[in-house]
């Protein structure tokens, strides 16, 4: 696959990965963390708001592999 368009697909995937990512964790945060202690809830943010970084780094690796 040529380098341009694994980097239009790695694009598309990674808009769809921050949105799917943010709007499910706020949904569950609204149900569940709400009423958790404030240590919690800093605690949840902090990993759900850094996870999605390990898929995207996955996913940059292969939009950067070079052209075989």
């Not at 980097?7 to 958790?36: C, E, H, N």
Request: hydrophobic share 60%; no cysteine; net charge positive.
């Amino acid at each position: 696959m040529p380098s341009r368009t694994r980097k239009l697909i790695g694009t598309v995937l990674m808009i769809a990965l921050v949105m799917g990512w943010s709007l499910f964790f706020m949904a569950l945060a609204q149900g569940r963390i709400a009423d958790a202690g404030r240590a919690w809830q800093a605690l949840y943010y902090v990993i759900a708001g850094l996870g999605w970084v390990i898929p995207a780094g996955l996913l940059i690796r292969w939009m950067q592999r070079p052209d075989a």
